[in-house]
T-cell receptor, first 117, second 111 residues
Framework: DAGITQSPRHKVTETGTPVTLRCHQTENHRYMYWYRQDPGHGLRLIHYSYGVKDTDKGEVSDGYSVSRSKTEDFLLTLESATSSQTSVYFC????????????????FGNGTRLTVT | AQRVTQPEKLLSVFKGAPVELKCNYS??????LFWYVQYSRQRLQLLLRHISRESIKGFTADLNKGETSFHLKKPFAQEEDSAMYYC?????????????FGQGTELSVKP
């Protein structure tokens, strides 16, 4: 398995509280992604990063922010958690972007199960 | 906009039966398609990609641009194939190399 660690693995929090999820990689890959997994919706991209301090929004970015101050760490923050953000969150990394901008294979972390009560 | 549709939430078959997991995509250009699989208590992992034209664990998938489909097939299902399967799409000059995933299909292979 690629060296990707997500923390925490499980978290229960109350509505309105801030939450930060961490993704740590040991592969020195440039591209990192945060997805959420929900029944009936599959995996949806929240934010992604293409380098230190370089991030951009995905399809479901509202209510989330990210930061990447080091190559190895990509943080996802829920500024004020809501029940609709109860989900399983996956971090992924990509080895490279191939010729003509195609994605490389994604390697996923084990996921963080977040429950907002 | 790019979209991936997997019409079946759950597919249940008996061991030894053929399996076909459907995937349709929406993209006007030249896409690259993938199948990812998530076995119980394991990480999501790449199963196969269309450009490789390979068979992994007996699974194959052919890109049909006319029907905008990338169905996953296996002639004889095994119990260990039970898992969640996701079809995914990317495309040329895709900033950040994003993958767009479908809703997923849970495959259950009964003994």
């Amino acid at each position: 398995d690629a060296g990707i660690t997500q923390s925490p693995r499980h978290k229960v929090t109350e509505t309105g509280t801030p939450v930060t999820l961490r993704c740590h990689q040991t592969e020195n890959h440039r591209y990192m992604y945060w997805y959420r997994q929900d029944p009936g919706h599959g995996l949806r991209l929240i934010h992604y990063s293409y380098g230190v301090k370089d991030t951009d929004k995905g399809e479901v970015s509202d209510g989330y922010s990210v930061s990447r101050s080091k190559t190895e760490d990509f943080l996802l923050t829920l500024e004020s958690a809501t029940s609709s953000q109860t989900s399983v969150y996956f971090c992924a990394i990509s080895e490279s972007i191939r010729d003509r901008g195609l994605s490389g294979t994604l390697h996923f972390g084990n996921g963080t199960r977040l429950t907002v009560t | 906009a790019q979209r991936v549709t997997q019409p079946e939430k759950l597919l249940s078959v008996f061991k030894g039966a053929p399996v076909e997991l459907k995937c349709n995509y929406s993209y006007s250009g030249s896409p690259e398609l993938f199948w990812y699989v998530q076995y119980s208590r394991q990480r999501l992992q790449l199963l196969l990609r269309h450009i490789s034209r390979e068979s992994i664990k007996g699974f194959t998938a052919d890109l049909n641009k006319g029907e905008t489909s990338f169905h996953l097939k296996k002639p004889f299902a095994q119990e260990e194939d039970s898992a969640m399967y996701y079809c995914a799409l990317t495309w040329f000059y895709n900033q950040g190399g994003k993958l767009i995933f479908g809703q997923g299909t849970e495959l259950s292979v009964k003994p």
